[in-house]
């Protein structure tokens, strides 16, 4: 994450900003996602922020939280709550492989740590330059070898960076665009992660939304499905400048359900808990806040919602309403339509964007289930679906499926920011 002048650099760069991509895919490995990510930045066991005591495990776990920041000292409380580990180590290193010594350390600290059921993933690097990817690459390949059943944990940055930051030449976006296409060539990645920041405020406060949250969104949904890779958002839970505002819990809600309909098989929360940011999970005496009660709602909404997924391509996400940019309207010979069709209405910059997004999943390219998502973050919406086949329903809360009463055709009722995941009946 960026802290300090990189994000005064960062915020400068984002009005003007977006991208397309798409990627080969990247080698395929014995490593798997398993249950869907639900990860954070800051917080328990993250580096100058708060220890991972059992206390603020067990109020992560309480929270839906399954993949912890630690380091080697810490796995007896990861094991005691049987979460999962993204290890941190000054030795998980590009230089630990140019000296003996130090190679010699890496090699035990695997040794130590891959055969532990709660092992998961080795944290690397936050944001590299491409021009670090080929040493990364080694990294990656080299814990591969050692370990191939856990991941190696690499950020990306969000398409605002510059040309000198993504360590690429070009115009925008092809910069962006190759910078992600070297990262899957280059380092062939288990998954990938990125962050991208939307809520945003005037100095007279006034709130406005970015302009390039879908654009990023979109790429790297294309770029992970033409790689066969799952892919992690990164989303903004808090404040760290005057600029920038914390989103509600509603507003939590929208980045969370927007991730879903997009594919994204993982979701991360910046913060948790980090100094001198605003709005956060916990306060600084470790309270939980209104959004730490709106996300342990949602994040295990997210994990339900995605297992039931996993067996299935995202094939692609489509706006009705506004059409932000990045976004794509829903073809007029999609399986599920919406009922009436809801016309296209103008974006226009930094305004919200409302309307609904449809996120389409199946196999070989045949879409058999749709996640309906109200991009309205103030207020309730209904909406109607048809397809050519009775629907179904999906229940968080039960984890059941419900058949719509009218077969063909679902009425959906979204909370703010919220949605639904729907099916064609078996």
């Not at 309480?62 to 000292?73: F, I, K, P, R």
């Not at 507003?251 to 359900?257: A, I, P, S």
């Not at 940011?277 to 306060?283: C, F």
């Amino acid at each position: 994450m960026r802290t300090g002048n990189e994000i005064l650099v960062v915020a400068a760069l984002v009005l003007c900003m977006g991208a397309l991509i798409g990627g080969p895919a990247g080698a395929g490995q014995s490593w798997t996602i398993g249950e869907p990510i639900v990860g954070y930045w800051g917080g328990p066991g993250y580096p100058g922020a708060l220890p991972l005591t059992a206390a603020y495990a067990k109020q992560l776990k309480d929270g839906g939280w399954n993949l912890v920041h630690c380091t080697e000292a810490d796995i007896p409380v990861v094991n005691e709550f049987g979460m999962r580990m993204l290890l941190r180590d000054p030795l998980i290193a590009p230089q630990s492989l140019d000296n003996p010594q130090t190679k010699g350390l890496l090699d035990a600290l695997v040794d130590r740590v891959k055969d532990n059921p709660n092992m998961y993933m080795y944290y690397l690097v936050d944001e590299p330059s491409s021009k670090l990817f080929p040493d990364y690459a080694r990294l990656v390949a080299y814990l591969r070898e050692r370990d191939p059943k856990h991941a190696a944990y690499i950020d990306l940055f969000p398409t605002y960076a510059s040309n000198e930051m993504l360590g690429e030449t070009g115009e925008f976006p092809l910069a962006y665009k190759a910078y992600v296409n070297d990262f899957i060539n280059i380092i062939k990645p288990d998954f990938i992660s990125y962050d991208n920041y939307h809520f945003f405020k005037t100095p007279e406060n006034v709130s406005y939304d970015a302009n390039w949250y879908f654009q990023n969104l979109a790429l790297i949904r294309q770029a992970a499905s033409d790689a066969n890779l799952p892919f992690m958002n990164i989303i903004q839970c808090s404040s760290w400048a005057p600029h920038v505002r914390v989103p509600t819990p509603k507003e939590f809600r929208w980045l969370v359900y927007t991730s879903i309909a997009y594919g994204a098989q993982a979701t991360c929360q910046y913060v948790y808990y980090y100094p001198e940011h605003a709005g956060n999970m916990v306060d600084k005496d470790g309270n939980p806040t209104e959004l730490y009660f709106e996300a342990q709602k949602t994040n295990f909404e997210f994990i339900s919602i995605v297992k039931q997924l996993k067996d299935l391509k995202s094939l692609g996400a489509y706006h009705a309403g506004i059409i932000p940019p990045g976004g794509t309207p829903l073809p007029s010979n999609s399986v599920f339509q919406f009922v009436p069709k809801i016309p296209q209405r103008e974006y226009v910059l930094n305004q919200q964007v409302t309307g609904f997004v449809m996120g389409l999943f199946g196999n070989n390219g045949q879409a058999t289930s749709a996640v309906v998502v109200n991009l309205d973050y103030r207020n309730f919406k209904s909406i109607s679906i048809s397809a050519p086949a009775d629907i179904e329903v999906f229940n968080t809360g039960s984890n059941k499926w419900t058949k719509s009463p009218t077969g063909k055709t679902i009425e959906l009722n979204l909370p703010a920011g919220s949605g639904k995941l729907i099916r064609l009946v078996k």
